[in-house]
């Protein structure tokens, strides 16, 4: 692998902070206790002249002061890390919905009922909402290596415990590897983010956020249209069956395996210098004065955040109440056409992906994202709509299509979510912000499987649908009253906001209001 090196370095984006003269520094509402950050103001800067602090930056992450100097340079090595991580979220998504697309062929194999296997989807929205607040401690605390492989690692374990399971009367083991996947899940839903903010520079790293969600997309487009194909449905040939499950299972098992050691020797801590200014003040603190509590409570301060974190959720658990009940909407109207609702599923995330990517894109030239949020959310409900009232009229070319449609807004809307969180919430911990909003995320998804499922099966999955639309209009207005205050891009554009100001509220002492301005040479 390609080490942080000053060859390899050079080619990327660099830029510098002039130290400038010193000022009082301001308490950190990034969980930093306020008590240190006049003990820590005069810090020198690391023997060998390799990382100097920078200059006082803005808002409350001032950076300490000094006569060095801090260089943001960007990392070949963030393209191999950013592409590991994508595969092995990507599996993660497969080992999702491999049961769900699949819900006839293993209720029959297992001898369950329907929800029993819609169980086994939502086992990772379950197991995902108790452990989020663990696991992005653990992010803050330990980092991102081994959050990465414990996430990674996981993932492989439950694949293999899967293999086990493979005999009519092991739905109970079935059961247990799947939420050993979904335990792994918690470590690897809050990462893109983080990976994107601390390796990525400011030009790409909605871009890179994208990317690594389009991972977690790619898996559930593939665990839409490789199970029907490797599994087909032959309930008088049991044994031909659990053959063909296997098949599924080991191979999941030995390339989940595969990524859990490319893992290990690709993943690091962060590059050997910061990416961007936003991130070179945030590096220059000690982990001893960070305070998670502090960093949680200030969060759920934040009026714009719990907004976003409602509506995101909305949006989200929607998704995955659609992605769950799939099968069982199109093989209630088309019968038969087990392949054909997984090549749906495949169409709706693969759409998704693409305006994952473009979404990206145009964060990246425009930062725009709020009205791009908007639109998004307000586009992905007329989808919805629109698939709604065509999924029965008996043709099956017209659900493809609406089916792209609604993929291309709602997956597309994920990126935009984090991105946009990150925005609202710096200096707090990215995995801190993506973690709650995927814990909204599970919550919703769980309450909108479960009446939509009830709908679907007791009245038709019109009325299912219907329930989700009307979910969907209440984020479009909880959207619309988010305030954008796009901190991290203020930071980043040498801008001092000083609304970005958050006192702890156990401070001892107000700060001074001092306006500053970052001067970069790029």
Known sequence: ???????????????????ATAAPPLPRCNGFLPGKEAADGGRAAPAGGEEQPA???????????????????????????????????????????QYSILSNVFSVFYGVSFTQIDWLSMVYMVAYVPLILPATWLLDARGLRLTALLGSGLNALGAWLKCGSLAPQRYPLTLAAQTVCAIAQVFILGLPSRIASVWFGPTEVSTACAVAVLGNQLGTAIGFLLPPVLVPNTPNDIDLMAHNISIMFYGTAIVSTLLFFLTGVVFEEKPKYPPSHSQAVLQTKPPEDYSYKQSITNLFKNTPFILLLISYGIMTGTFYS?????????VTHYEG????????????????????????LWLDYTKTYKQTTLIVYILSFIGMLVFTFTLDLGYLIVVFVTGGVLGFFMTG????????????????SEGTSSGLLNASAQIFGILFTLVQGKLTTDYSPRAGNLFLCAWIFVGII???????????????????????????????????????????TL
């Open 337 to 360: 056409e087990e392949v054909n609702a997984g090549r749906i599923g495949l169409t709706l995330v693969v759409a998704g992906m693409v305006g994952s990517i473009i979404c990206g």
């Open 322 to 330: 659609v992605s769950t009940l799939l099968n069982q909407m199109i």
């Open 55 to 97: 200059a006082p930056a803005a808002a409350e992450a001032m950076l300490p002061t000094g006569g060095g100097r801090v260089e943001t340079r960007l990392s070949r090595r963030r393209l191999v890390v950013l592409a590991v991580f994508s595969c092995y979220s990507l599996v993660n998504a497969f080992q999702w919905i």
């Open 478 to 520: 909880l959207t619309a009253l988010i305030k954008s205050d796009l901190r991290r891009h203020n930071v980043n554009s040498g801008i001092m906001n000083l609304d970005v100001k958050a006192v702890p509220v156990d401070s001892p002492v107000e700060p001074e209001s001092t306006t500053l301005k970052i001067q970069s």
């Open 1 to 19: 692998m390609v080490e942080d090196g000053g060859e390899e370095e050079a080619e990327g984006e660099s830029g510098e902070m002039p130290a």
């Open 413 to 428: 809307y994920l990126p935009l979510g984090f991105e946009f969180a990150v925005e609202i919430t710096y200096p707090e």
